[in-house]
């Protein structure tokens, strides 16, 4: 069976860097693309350019520090600002200690924000892509 492809939704986007689980970071990232962090980072983690990038942090990931990226996935905990230029998921263990800016926000049941969620002022009509990504 074969399904045509959305050109729009091409499918999930490939991680392309990874901070494997055990693995500690000290210093800012700034990536483009995709990152995966499932280890610790203490700076901050941002795109290139704010208005592109993937950014999935898994169950045992954590950053102390700020993110900004398009596309943010939270399943592990965030310790400083929060920035998702186009929408943040926020699944069943995300832990974030300050406040979370976003376009779009899906919020699975579980997850905690000890700050405040602050809807980014829409700019243009937004995309379904958040049914796309998992962490």
Do not use: W
């Not at 860097?17 to 700076?43: H, M, P, Q």
């Not at 592109?52 to 965030?78: C, F, H, Q």
């Amino acid at each position: 069976m074969f399904t045509a492809v959305d050109p729009k939704h091409p499918g999930p986007p490939r991680s392309e860097t990874l901070i494997g689980a055990g693995t500690v970071l000290t210093g800012d990232i700034v990536f483009s693309g995709g990152l995966r962090i499932d280890g610790e980072v203490r700076g901050n983690v941002r795109a290139l350019d704010s208005r592109s990038g993937t950014l999935v942090i898994g169950e045992k990931g954590r950053i102390e520090g700020d993110v900004d990226a398009a596309r943010i996935i939270v399943n592990g905990a965030v310790t400083g600002r929060v920035d998702a230029s186009e929408f943040i998921r926020l699944q069943s263990k995300a832990r974030i200690a300050c406040d979370v800016v976003y376009a779009l926000a899906e919020i699975h049941s579980g997850a905690v924000v000890c700050g405040q969620l602050l809807q980014r002022p829409a700019t243009a009509p937004a995309a379904d892509t958040a049914g796309e990504l998992s962490a």
